[in-house]
T-cell receptor, first 113, second 113 residues
Framework: RKEVEQDPGPFNVPEGATVAFNCTYSNSASQSFFWYRQDCRKEPKLLMSVYSSGNEDGRFTAQLNRASQYISLLIRDSKLSDSATYLCVVRAFYGGSQGNLIFGKGTKLSVKP | NAGVTQTPKFRVLKTGQSMTLLCAQDMNHEYMYWYRQDPGMGLRLIHYSVGEGTTAKGEVPDGYNVSRLKKQNFLLGLESAAPSQTSVYFC????????????FGDGTRLSIL
């Protein structure tokens, strides 16, 4: 059962490039969406929440398409420090559950000088 | 500013041994979670707790037990360790189950020989 699917990469890009990650989710009851970042051998950290109207945080833009059950993350002007694995995360409330997070396997980004 | 603290950070066990992983948070969060992360897999929820004295099963609960006797602590127990439980274990906490982010500890690397 693949509830959240991501391209595993790796994406190897030069500094300054624009890179986009895509994610699809299978549960139409999903209600909350996030992008987390995980550095090598470190814990995941919240990068940004994803809102229905799309949202931007500096160089990062997240988009949500509920009809297609698709989430994206765009990183502009890539920095070396952006090198990490990006996790697509959804929360679904169904069957009286408290709505736990479902994590994708992650997309690895490597930004080169 | 401790946040979420996990102990121990590393441990090697023999098959059949038991051990307890401790998670402590100082953010007064109601919700706490235990995940495992394996190569090529997303984070998977083992057990979680929505408040002191409560626990519930996640996606992969078999072989694990948990307790939440104090609000700030969430313990994960392995009664009889198996090689399949070799993994990186992450604890997380959050205020609730809405759009509040989960804050992760820095992980426990557990090897079962």
């Amino acid at each position: 059962r693949k509830e959240v699917e991501q391209d595993p990469g790796p994406f190897n890009v030069p500094e300054g490039a624009t890179v986009a990650f895509n994610c699809t989710y299978s549960n139409s009851a999903s209600q909350s969406f996030f992008w987390y970042r995980q550095d090598c051998r470190k814990e995941p950290k919240l990068l940004m929440s994803v809102y229905s109207s799309g949202n931007e945080d500096g160089r990062f833009t997240a988009q949500l398409n509920r009809a297609s059950q698709y989430i994206s993350l765009l990183i502009r002007d890539s920095k070396l420090s952006d090198s990490a694995t990006y996790l697509c995360v959804v929360r679904a409330f169904y069957g009286g559950s408290q709505g736990n997070l479902i994590f994708g396997k992650g997309t690895k980004l490597s930004v080169k000088p | 500013n401790a946040g979420v603290t996990q102990t121990p950070k590393f441990r090697v066990l023999k098959t059949g041994q038991s051990m307890t992983l401790l998670c402590a948070q100082d953010m007064n969060h109601e919700y706490m979670y235990w995940y495992r992360q394996d190569p090529g897999m997303g984070l998977r929820l083992i057990h979680y707790s929505v408040g002191e004295g409560t626990t519930a099963k996640g996606e992969v609960p078999d072989g694990y037990n948990v307790s939440r006797l104090k609000k700030q602590n969430f313990l994960l127990g392995l009664e009889s360790a198996a090689p399949s439980q070799t993994s990186v274990y992450f604890c997380a906490s959050s205020f609730g189950n809405s759009n509040q982010p989960q804050h992760f500890g820095d992980g426990t690397r557990l090897s079962i020989l």
